[in-house]
C-alpha cells in the first residue's frame, strides 16, 4: 500500500492511505543511514505492509521529489524538516518575540538552495506601535525588491489572513520560525487544525515550543501546510561555502563585476559587491551574508 506520512515521532508515524490513517514503525535498515537524524518525516511518499491488526511497517520510502535539512545541533546530522513541499514559509515577528535578520536570511538562503519558494510573514502586526509599523514597512521594501513575497498579519486579530490563505492555495507549504512566533495560532485559523499554543517565558520574553514533531495539516483538498517545531537558529548542513553568494539574488549580476570570478566578497580587491553596500546592496543582507560565511568557515 502507498501513502503520506502525516507524523513522525521518531519510533512512530502516522501514514494516510486514501482517507484511512495507520500507526507504523520503521523497518530497521532505514535506521543505518548515520548522516541522518530522523530517517523519515511529514510529506514523505512510503510504502507500507500491515499486520493482521492493522498496525503498519514502512517498507520503502519512495524517492522525495525535494526536502528541506538543517543540521542537528544535538549530533551534527542531517535533520529533514519537511519533504515533497513546494514553497517555505518564514513566521516571523518584530517583537515576542524578535525574529533576527540572519535567520531570516539563513532560511531564504536554504530555500533557495532546495529549490524551493521562500515567503516571509510577519505576524503580530497587531501589537506594533507607530515608529515600528514603519521600520517593518522598509523591511517589506527590502525584501520586496528582492523578488521575495512578504506579507503581514495578525492570526490573532485575522489580518491579512484571506490573503495568506491565497498564497496557499493549491500548495504543499512548510511552515518554519522561532519558537513564538505564532505558527499554531495561525495554523488554527487555516486548517482544520486545534493546535496547541503557549504564552512567552517570562524570563526569556521567547516562545516556549509547542509543536515537538513535524505534522500535515489540510487547508482544503489540495492545499496542506508541513508543520515544524519552532527553533532559535537555523544552521546549514552539507553547504558548500562557495555557494552561498548564489543564495543572495541581489548579489548575482553584480558579482559578475569583481575582478576576480571566485570572489567571496570577503577581503578580495575590486570587490563590486563591497563597492555597492549600502547601494545596491542592503547593509542587513550583507551582514547576513558575512556571518553565514564565518560560520562555515
Same mark, same amino acid.
Given at each position: #500500500? ?27 535498515? !532505514?535506521?543505518?543511514?548515520? =548522516?541522518?537524524? =530522523? ?13 493482521? &491488526? ?10 522525495? $521529489?525535494?526536502? +528541506? ?59 506594533? =506601535?507607530?515608529? $515600528? ?16 513575497? !512578504? ?51 517570562? @524570563? ?5 515550543? &509547542? ?24 544552521? +546549514? ?13 541581489? +548579489? ?19 570587490? @563590486? ?10 547593509? @542587513? ?7 553565514? #560565511? =564565518?560560520?562555515?568557515?
Amino acid at each position: #500500500m502507498k501513502g503520506i506520512v502525516i507524523k513522525s515521532t521518531g519510533k512512530y508515524s502516522l501514514v494516510k492511505v486514501d482517507k484511512k490513517v495507520y500507526k507504523c514503525i520503521l523497518k530497521g535498515n !532505514f535506521r543505518l543511514d548515520n =548522516n541522518l537524524s =530522523n530517517p523519515v518525516v511529514s510529506g514523505d511518499k512510503v510504502k507500507i505492509e500491515l499486520d493482521e &491488526t492493522e498496525n503498519g511497517v514502512i517498507k520503502d520510502i519512495i524517492k522525495r $521529489e525535494n526536502h +528541506f535539512i538543517k543540521k542537528s545541533l544535538k549530533d551534527n546530522k542531517a535533520h529533514i524538516i519537511g519533504s515533497n513541499i513546494d514553497q517555505v514559509l518564514i513566521i516571523c515577528s518584530l517583537k515576542k518575540p524578535y525574529t533576527k535578520f540572519i535567520f531570516i536570511d539563513k532560511c531564504i538562503a536554504a530555500a533557495y538552495y532546495y529549490n524551493l519558494k521562500p515567503i516571509i510573514i510577519f505576524n503580530k502586526v497587531d501589537i506594533l =506601535n507607530s515608529e $515600528e509599523i514603519q521600520n517593518l514597512k522598509i523591511i517589506n521594501n527590502k525584501y520586496t525588491k528582492l523578488g521575495i513575497t !512578504f506579507h503581514e498579519i495578525s492570526a490573532l486579530n485575522e489580518i491579512g489572513i484571506k490573503k495568506l490563505n491565497k498564497l496557499l492555495t493549491n500548495k504543499k507549504t512548510l511552515f518554519i520560525g522561532n519558537s513564538g512566533v505564532g505558527k499554531s495560532t495561525i495554523i488554527n485559523k487555516i486548517s482544520k487544525s486545534n493546535q496547541k499554543i503557549n504564552d512567552l517565558s517570562s @524570563k526569556t520574553g521567547r516562545g516556549k515550543q &509547542t509543536t515537538t514533531f513535524s505534522e500535515i495539516f489540510e487547508i482544503n483538498t489540495n492545499s496542506f501546510i508541513v508543520d515544524s517545531p519552532g527553533f532559535k537558529d537555523f544552521y +546549514f548542513y552539507d553547504i558548500d561555502r562557495n555557494d552561498i553568494k548564489y543564495l543572495f539574488n541581489e +548579489f548575482i549580476e553584480i558579482q559578475k563585476e569583481c575582478r576576480f570570478s571566485n570572489c567571496l566578497h570577503l577581503e578580495e580587491p575590486d570587490c @563590486k559587491i563591497k563597492d555597492n553596500i549600502g547601494k545596491k546592496i542592503w547593509r @542587513k543582507r550583507y551582514s547576513s551574508y558575512l556571518s553565514i #560565511m =564565518n560560520e562555515l568557515n
